[in-house]
């Protein structure tokens, strides 16, 4: 049984201090939600914030994004894995969409991001989805094998075992729009199908595949109640502690 993971993905919302009102508000929320793992992916300076408030509860942090050197050197306005890692993060957003359309994140950089986190102990998230013309001219499947193919079809067996894939249609993402749990579950089962093929059975049984697209509690059950649907990457319902709560115990 994969076990679910809910994760929370701020994007550029919140300050350290509406940060730690959010804990406050939420952890009393799933204190009881041993179902599933807990992750909040805040802005890189909310992240001692969360760790501190998040200490001693069953909550991770983790980040949005990372550099791939993983050596500190004059990279100005990046963030590297081992500083993710010392600051308490345990995963990390690797490719979410809006880094490939606004900020130039290609599968190359992904597959780099990946090993990166790898490499400094962090668990990657990575995020592959179709966008709306690419659906409509029936290519979401051929999208996800591109993106699977150059990204993390390239590590090895050990390193694929610590991946998480977010299944995210970039349509969904921050429209209100919801791939409807049939969709997403087929979507899950091709990706799930290409982890076969590069991995094996035991690989594709283990891995967990998160959808990600405006997920909110009104429709995460049904979600949910798709077998191959291991959990969720929350944007916008993911920034109020009743609301994500709310989800995480779906
Ligand atoms: C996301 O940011 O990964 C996301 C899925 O956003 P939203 O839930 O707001 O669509």
């Known amino acids: 049984m994969r076990k679910p993971l809910m994760a929370g993905n701020w994007k550029m919302y919140k300050t350290p201090a509406e940060t730690a009102s959010f804990f406050e508000k939420f952890l009393p929320l799933v204190a009881n939600s041993p179902h599933c793992d807990v992750l909040i992916c805040p802005p890189f300076v909310d992240i001692a914030a969360a760790v501190a408030a998040a200490k001693g509860s069953s909550v991770a942090v983790g980040g949005q994004n990372l550099y791939w050197s993983t050596k500190e050197g004059a990279f100005t306005g990046e963030v590297s894995g081992p500083m993710l890692k010392a600051a308490g993060c345990a995963s990390v957003i690797i490719g979410h969409s809006e880094r490939r359309q606004y900020f130039g994140e290609t599968d190359e950089t992904v597959l780099k991001r990946t ?3 790898l490499e400094s102990g962090l668990q ?3 995020c592959v989805g179709e966008r709306l013309e690419e659906r409509e001219a029936g290519r979401t499947n051929a999208v996800l094998e591109t993106q699977f193919r150059d990204g993390i079809s390239k590590l090895t067996p050990e390193q694929f075992a610590k991946v998480v894939i977010a299944y995210e249609p970039v349509w969904a993402i921050g429209t209100g ?4 749990p049939e969709m997403a579950a087929d ?3 091709a990706l ?5 093929g590069a991995y094996g059975k035991d690989a594709a049984a283990a891995v967990r595949i998160l959808y990600g697209g405006s997920v909110k509690p009104d429709n995460v059950k049904g979600l949910m109640a798709q077998p191959e649907i291991d959990g969720a990457l929350v944007g916008g319902a993911s920034l109020e502690a009743v609301s994500f709560a709310s989800i995480v115990n779906f």
Do not use: D, E, F, N
């Open 115 to 117: 090993l990166a986190a």
């Open 124 to 126: 990657p998230i990575v």
């Open 177 to 180: 729009k919801t791939a409807t």
């Open 187 to 189: 979507a899950h089962r």
């Open 192 to 196: 799930r199908a290409l982890v076969q």
